[in-house]
């Protein structure tokens, strides 16, 4: 007899299932996404999640890379400004490590892995810069460590957008962010003919700001100011800002209105600074250093910074009281000398700060003080710039503010000079490297203080002591391969052994530092891997100590630097 068939169903249902159940032998099992597992990655929770040593950390709206904080980590003392996490991991995984810094010196990294702890760091940047590193968890390993640190000594570093981006260890992650609200204290800064300058509030959560115009998007920007620009002068507009993120964009802030400033508003130069200058200081006061009225400086000198102008009860705001000791008889006098120094084709320049004084620049309304008071004493004295000379610290987004609001008021003719001391110029993180790379169009010479200061790092990483020709040209190769034009570098010394502390070097050490920096000759065991022709000059404190000693100084230094190639 024959056998009988399967049933058909039966049969196909035999085969099926085990068709199954070998697909579900060889299919892998799901992996879950990876993801960041650091809490509070953007600060935009404060410092929720985070521990910073010595109460170092702090977060700030300015910079920020995205939304509307970032980490700011001061060192002090001992203290390296070292600011953590710890991350749940899953023993075993690698993980991306990565986060975005600039300014002084910043270390990112991660202990406790179980394996190899791992460090990654920058010397310091002016602009975002992102550290990049990986781990391995070991194998019974749940948490891990993150970190980042500054440097004992060096300025504050800022840190945004941390990752550490890997399997889930269990702690999950920061929720998806929402749309950000609409951006709110809208206000219009400088203008020109052809711009105007826009700020507002940062907005948490965003990542970016689109800027209108007139119901027309014109720009958009990461952080929380704008400049527009190709506008007709002496027009209004009307400007909107939105912010943005992943989920989307926001509506639209209130509308501000600014008006462009009218065309022709340049009064033009004053006097050329020449090719090479010498910058004096001249003493509006009497410390023992010989008393001058503005007419004895010594013809050598180019640039004459009148120190200082005086800070008043409203931050940023400065003013000038004319010292009855230096023997003036009516301020009418006083100008009258600086005419005459400006028809001898000198400039004659008011200097902010110094030593003992103090001006504080730290928000938008204390920049427009600044930028209308000392356009103000330009007008009223006729000093054809400033000079900053800020030693107590300063903010660079403010006092870029500042200056290029007193520039869009000057005009071309405008001298900016700068003396920050040597710490404040020992990498391009610094506040006042910022200030002098983002105000580099407009800016005429840093003459650095090369004395009061101790051992510095030269540009080649050594360490080199005040007071020799290696000092001074090792450490302005650093603004010379820093981003600074040869014309805006300048040798800040004393003009005898009474006009500083210390840091004292004689005439031939100075012109032996301008001929090793311009002609390569001259040199001592630095000698910069390329020479700087167009280097500016020599600047000293001051006019009063260098006729205290018979003008020794200018009459040495000054035929040299002006006969400079």
């Known amino acids: 007899m024959d056998r009988p068939a399967l049933p058909r169903l039966t049969l196909t249902a035999a085969l099926t299932a085990a068709t199954v159940a070998l697909a579900g032998l060889a299919a892998p099992a799901a992996q879950a996404a990876d993801l960041n597992v650091a809490k509070n990655a953007g600060f935009e929770s404060g410092l929720s999640n985070w521990a910073c040593s010595a109460g170092s950390g702090a977060t700030v709206s300015s910079p920020v890379r995205g939304g509307a904080a970032a980490l700011k980590a001061t060192p002090g003392g001992q203290d390296n400004a070292r600011c953590s996490q710890t991350v749940a991991v899953k023993p075993g995984a690698t993980y991306t490590l990565s986060a975005w810094v600039q300014g002084g010196y910043a270390y990112l990294g991660a202990s406790g892995t179980g394996t190899t702890d791992v460090s990654t760091w920058t010397p310091g940047s002016s602009g975002w810069k992102q550290l990049t590193t990986s781990f391995k968890a070991g194998p019974s390993t749940t948490s891990v460590t993150v970190y980042t640190h500054g440097w004992y000594g060096q300025s504050a570093y800022y840190v945004d957008d941390v990752s550490v981006f890997g399997p889930d260890g269990g702690g999950g992650t920061d929720p998806e962010p929402g749309i950000p609200a609409a951006p709110a204290g809208l206000t219009v800064g400088a203008t020109t003919p052809s711009s105007v300058a826009l700020s507002w509030s940062g907005v948490s959560g965003a990542t970016g700001y689109n800027v209108y115009r007139g119901g027309t998007k014109v720009q958009s920007v990461s952080g929380t100011s704008a400049t527009?620009?190709?506008?007709?002068?002496?027009?209004?507009?009307?400007?909107?800002v939105t912010a943005t993120n992943s989920a989307g964009e926001s509506a639209k802030s209130a509308s501000v209105r600014g008006r462009t400033a009218p065309g022709g508003g340049d009064p033009g130069p004053g006097p050329a600074v020449p090719r090479h200058a010498l910058t004096g200081y001249w003493q509006n006061f009497d410390n023992g250093a010989a008393v001058q009225k503005l007419r004895d400086v010594q013809a050598q000198y180019d640039i004459i910074a009148v120190s200082f102008a005086d800070s008043t009860a409203t931050p940023?705001?400065?003013?000038?009281?004319?010292?009855?000791?230096?023997?003036?008889?009516?301020?009418?006098?006083?100008?009258?000398?600086?005419?005459?120094?400006?028809?001898?084709?000198?400039?004659?320049?008011?200097?902010?700060?110094?030593?003992?004084?103090?001006?504080?620049?730290?928000?938008?309304?204390?920049?427009?003080?600044?930028?209308?008071s000392a356009?103000?004493?330009?007008?009223?004295?006729?000093?054809?710039?400033?000079?900053?000379?800020?030693?107590?610290?300063?903010?660079?987004?403010?006092?870029?503010?500042?200056?290029?609001?007193?520039?869009?008021?000057?005009?071309?003719g405008l001298v900016l000079t700068m003396a920050p001391q040597t710490i404040d110029m020992q990498n391009t993180g610094t506040e006042y490297f910022k200030t002098a790379l983002a105000v580099k169009d407009i800016l005429t010479v840093v003459n650095m203080q090369y004395y009061n200061s101790g051992s510095m790092l030269g540009c080649d990483g050594k360490v080199y002591s005040q007071g020799s020709v290696d000092f001074l040209t090792a450490l302005a190769c650093i603004q010379l391969e820093g981003g600074l034009d040869p014309s805006q570098v300048g040798?800040?010394?004393?003009?005898?052994?009474?006009?500083?502390?210390?840091?004292?070097?004689?005439?031939?050490?100075?012109?032996?530092?301008?001929?090793?920096?311009?002609?390569?000759?001259?040199?001592?065991?630095?000698?910069?891997?390329?020479?700087?022709?167009?280097?500016?000059?020599?600047?000293?404190?001051?006019?009063?100590?260098?006729?205290?000693?018979?003008?020794?100084?200018?009459?040495?230094?000054g035929p040299h630097v002006h006969n400079l190639p």
């Open 316 to 372: 940023g705001q400065i003013v000038f009281n004319l010292d009855p000791a230096v023997g003036y008889a009516s301020v009418a006098d006083f100008k009258a000398d600086i005419a005459a120094k400006k028809t001898a084709g000198k400039s004659v320049i008011i200097s902010v700060g110094g030593e003992k004084g103090n001006v504080t620049i730290n928000s938008d309304a204390s920049a427009t003080a600044f930028a209308d």
């Open 228 to 240: 527009v620009s190709g506008l007709a002068a002496d027009t209004a507009y009307d400007f909107q």
């Open 375 to 412: 356009y103000a004493l330009m007008r009223e004295y006729g000093f054809n710039g400033v000079d900053i000379d800020l030693e107590h610290g300063i903010n660079s987004t403010y006092l870029t503010k500042a200056l290029r609001q007193l520039s869009a008021k000057a005009g071309s």
């Open 491 to 557: 040798l800040g010394v004393p003009a005898s052994t009474r006009g500083a502390g210390s840091g004292y070097v004689s005439p031939s050490v100075v012109n032996a530092a301008l001929d090793c920096l311009t002609r390569g000759t001259n040199c001592g065991s630095f000698k910069p891997a390329k020479t700087y022709p167009g280097l500016r000059g020599a600047m000293t404190w001051s006019t009063n100590w260098d006729a205290t000693a018979g003008n020794a100084w200018s009459n040495a230094v």
